[in-house]
């Protein structure tokens, strides 16, 4: 399969250069190094760091301006992978913006649980952030018509899009469970001590059973014999290692509407059923609804990222248990969404009667490309 050109990297490209830093996250074998390696393909003068080798973080942690010259040489572009390991990652990335004013310096996370505390703030002014996601179908299929991109959806809902998933389809199922054991956890776990991947691992197959579906972290706790709290914390760090993400509800009216509890999404659906091992197609599937209302959400997530649209996402439900899967906020205008694999067309009147100036649509197999700007 041909390298794919992703959406990020014409917003890359035009800040090469210009006097900040570009931090890239994404979780582990989105396609970060490959993305920039292909950036490189014509700049010989470009040095690689891994930061997950032990002598590559002792020398950078060393915050010592003579250490990192004899580092960088006469490398006009300076790339360090998994960041996040660095202690003082912030001080080390300060210290390089601020005395090698002539390189570019490129840093890629894996993971956002520390980023925020020990890069961004010794780094104000002089970063920027980026965010890649696995493959969007509008970067796998820029060349398909609707109809041809309607037909690889049973492989994308049962499968996923990350890129060795996607380039290798024949081994996807292979490749999904080695990516959920060997790097799912790999951040999560090395974070403040944190070990249970027990619990971690049951958490996640609730998560999974209950996509489409508002959350009670109570009733998690329960489930789990832990605490509500101790839920709270692990569904954090499962966001800040980009597996999943959280929608909260859309109300005006918390006497007549939810209010509290959010709903959860898995970032890839190969990621969501290797965590339930299940990988049947979607003719045998009991679950193809959450199925597809999941891929829907996190593809329009991605593309509003990559389109740098403000936004704003929730889902819907009233008190008197009418609902709408999907709801963006734009400038004071309200866009609902219903997600339906089959002819199903029927949308709340609740709703209507509570946003009657609301657009509407229901999205399904022959009409979602617009929604997800492919």
Known sequence: MKRLERKLEPALIDWFFRGKVLVITGARQVGKTTML????ANESLTLWLNCD??????????????????????????????????????????????????????ATGSSSLDIADSIFEPLTGRHLLFHLYPFSLSELYADKSPFQIEQELPFHLVYGSYPEVCNERADAELILKNLANQYLYKDVLAWKDIRKPGLLDKLLKLLAYQVGSEVSLHELGRQLNVKSQTVETYIDILEKSFVIFRITPYSNNPRKEVVKMSKIYFWDNGIRNSVIHQFSPIAARNDLGQLWENFMISERLKTNHYAKSDAKSYFWRSLNQSEVDYIEVDDDKIHAYEFKWGSQTKFSRAFLNFYPQAHTAIIQPQNFTDFCRV
């Open 37 to 40: 390696s292909a950036l490189m």
């Open 53 to 106: 080798e032990t002598q590559v973080r002792e020398r950078l942690e060393s915050l010592n301006i003579n250490a990192y010259k004899s580092i960088i040489g006469n490398y006009k572009i300076l790339v360090i992978d998994e960041v996040q390991r660095v202690k003082n990652a912030g001080l080390m990335l300060k210290l390089f913006a601020d005395n090698f004013k002539s390189v570019q310096f490129i």
